[in-house]
């Protein structure tokens, strides 16, 4: 079983920097990238940074420039240095790992989020 754990979210005010962390554990092989998502309240689920294992990185274009992403290969933890953060950066960031599979199939595992909240 491939788990993942999330930390590091919490309340900050506009301006301010969070760094989140996610660790994963179990049988994890053929990892084709990780990253962060997030959802707002009402709003689907949507892409914030993404690294495959070459560290190529790819950004949504509303966190360039005050985002990077990271990754411990050897710990098989993913990164996100957050600065310079909005209002708009509020909701729930999941952790994502992408694996190809024996079929060559893309599969993901989730982490169970974790609350970000930017106060004005």
């Known amino acids: 079983q491939v788990q993942l754990v999330e930390s590091g979210g919490g309340l900050v005010q506009a301006g301010g920097s969070l760094r989140l962390s996610c660790a994963g554990s179990?049988?994890?092989?053929?990892?084709?990238?990780m990253g962060w998502y997030r959802q707002a309240p009402g709003k689907q689920r949507e892409l914030v940074a993404t690294i495959t294992s070459g560290v190529g990185t790819n950004y949504a274009d509303s966190v360039k420039g005050r985002f990077t992403i990271s990754r411990d290969n050897a710990k098989n933890t993913v990164y996100l240095e957050m600065n310079s953060l909005k209002p708009e950066d509020t909701g729930v960031y999941y952790c994502n790992l992408r694996i190809v599979t024996m079929t060559s199939i893309d599969y993901n595992y989730w982490g169970q989020g974790t609350q970000v909240t930017v106060s004005s």
């Open positions: 179990g049988s994890i092989f053929n990892i084709r990238a």
